[in-house]
């Protein structure tokens, strides 16, 4: 039965022969060239590839020894740190699922996502130690183990993480093969809570073959990253991508608008992955002779997530361009459009470059013509480069896969020649700082809030490129509950990338004739004026979200 499954390892993507299947594979390789030679530093650590595939087994052997077995969850809550990498080339050593979480969740979105995966073990740092301490008596049981870094201390409450790393404990060979499940990436949805998007271990290879595709490398490049490892763009940028492309990554913990160049230069860095907000952070930082004193040549782009006169100035100001890219959690990495430099439409998307379909479909699930915008749909043209489903959700799969088509949830057209142009979202879905926001989620916890009769929640447009999130309330008769007091009762209950920012009382909601369906896109379409904002609070601290200040 795994015979069937198995690749055929000599066969070719677009010319290229398919050299690897999975990471730990990839690694191997990549140790047995390079030695004890640095490749890639994370958060500080330089590490050869011999050292990741060495530590990586001892780890491995560990949570073998622990009873984590093929297909067992193994799980990950922290900040950028090489525990990431040891962790995940582990997991998939033994044929076990590594978990990547958010280190945004908080309350009730850790213990969803941790109550849904359910994970052998769970490997977190001092800084978020406390968060898992606070609904330890809601969560399964699990193994937990502890990263000191300096950021927060667990006081021996945990498990040290150096005890994964203990030498002498035999690893059994497993065989792994590239059709077999690797990562659960949680990624928000349309409606309801963080789905988990199982992939598959082909899928990041191709996602690294695409990095070289998009981004043209060359020997003599090297990679700058600030994305964080639990989001795909972090994995298939920082990681996946430089390492099949052979050449050296660098991963910081946080991004630092005001270090950024400086980071970028001491690297050496010709490639980044800046997403809509962190450019625009570097476009309003003070002019500087050293803006143009750098070796980047290309950077990540993602058309719509900032105003096209924002990306002017940036590349203009700092003289590098733009891989314009369309691509989502579930697609694995794997850009499935991208717009090079030079392209004659640098506003859209890109072209498909042949890894899969795109079709825009309409309501009824009928392909519509060019020119026309519908809902985004994808199909890929190789196996094993989109998730298998969203893990433990079948209706949700069934869902977002039916008709054979993956449904994004994401509007936009195709032109006559075939570019992609990504228009918006659907009504329940938005983007904030880099994070996906489900308006259902945040919906849910403010309905719960003293007070509050009826909320819906919508994404506004932000100065700075994205969305911010923001929430229209009918109170309880008689309630007098202001804005700062339902923001406050937010606070320990979501992420803090899911507080509105915005937050307006109404009597009623604008609904349709014929369904009676809240209106939301005339919500949308509302001003901000005179409306309560959290962010123009004095002294109010403002919440890190993928290393941008919210």
């Not at 043209?381 to 079948?394: E, K, L, T």
Request: aromatic share 8%; charged share 20%; with cysteine.
């Amino acid at each position: 039965m795994r015979e069937a499954r198995r690749m055929t390892i000599t066969r070719k993507i677009h010319g290229v022969p398919v050299q690897w299947e999975t990471l730990p594979a990839l690694v191997a390789a990549r140790a047995a060239q390079h030695g004890d030679a640095p490749r890639l530093t994370v958060a500080g650590r330089a590490m050869s590839y011999r050292e990741l595939d060495g530590e990586s087994s001892r780890v491995a052997a560990n949570l073998h020894r622990l009873g984590v077995r093929r297909g067992d969850r193994v799980a990950c809550f922290l900040r950028n740190a090489p525990e990431h990498l040891l962790t995940w080339v582990a997991a998939g050593k033994l044929g076990a699922i590594w978990v990547p979480l958010n280190a945004g969740l908080v309350g009730e979105d850790l213990v969803h996502t941790l109550t849904n995966a359910t994970p052998a073990v769970l490997v977190v740092d001092g800084e978020l130690a406390e968060r898992v301490e606070a609904v330890a008596d809601r969560l399964p049981p699990m193994r937990v183990y502890a990263v000191e870094d300096g950021d927060g201390e667990t006081g021996g409450r945990f498990r040290p993480f150096a005890d994964l790393l203990e030498p002498g404990h035999p690893l059994p060979l497993m065989e792994v093969s590239g059709g077999d499940p690797a990562v659960i990436i949680y990624t928000g949805g349309t409606t309801g809570l963080p789905k988990g998007a199982l992939l598959p271990h082909f899928a990041w290879i191709a996602a690294g073959m695409r990095y070289v595709e998009a981004f043209e490398t060359r020997p003599d490049d090297v990679h700058y990253s600030i994305l964080t490892l639990f989001h795909v763009g972090g994995l298939m940028l920082g990681v996946m991508g430089p390492m099949v492309a052979d050449i050296p990554t660098v991963i910081d913990r946080r991004f630092s608008g005001s270090n950024f160049w400086a980071r970028a230069r001491e690297t050496g860095a010709t490639i980044v992955d800046l997403i809509g907000t962190m450019i625009t952070v570097l476009t309003e930082q003070p002019e500087s002779p050293a803006d143009r004193h750098h070796r980047v040549r290309v950077s990540l782009g993602v058309t719509g997530q900032i105003p096209p006169a924002v990306a002017e100035r940036f590349v203009e100001r700092f003289g590098i361009g733009f891989v314009n890219v369309y691509s989502l959690t579930e697609t694995g990495g794997v850009l499935i459009v991208n717009n090079p430099m030079g392209s004659p439409k640098p506003r859209a998307n890109g072209l498909t470059h042949g890894w899969a379909e795109v079709t825009i479909l309409d309501e009824d699930d009928q392909p519509v013509p060019p020119g026309v915008t519908g809902q985004i749909a994808l199909r890929p043209r190789y196996p094993h480069i989109f998730m298998s489903g969203y893990f433990n959700a079948p209706e949700r799969t069934l869902e977002c896969l039916s008709n054979l088509w993956l449904h994004t949830g994401d509007l936009g057209h195709l032109d006559a020649d075939g570019y992609l142009h990504f228009t918006g979202r659907q009504a329940h879905w938005l983007r904030r700082r880099g994070e996906n926001v489900s308006a259902y989620e945040v919906e849910s916890v403010l309905s719960q809030c003293p007070g509050v009769r009826e909320v819906v929640v919508v994404g506004t447009p932000s100065e700075k490129g994205e969305e911010e999130v923001k929430a229209f309330v009918i109170r309880e008769p008689g309630s007098g509950v202001e804005p700062a007091a339902i923001a406050a009762w937010c606070e320990g209950r979501m992420a803090a990338f899911k507080i509105p920012r915005f937050i307006a009382f109404v009597e009623s909601f604008p609904r349709s004739v014929t369904k009676r369906e809240v209106e939301r896109h005339k919500l949308r379409a509302m001003p901000n004026d005179g409306i309560w904002d959290r962010e123009a609070l004095p002294s109010r601290p403002r919440p890190v979200v993928n290393g941008v200040a919210g």
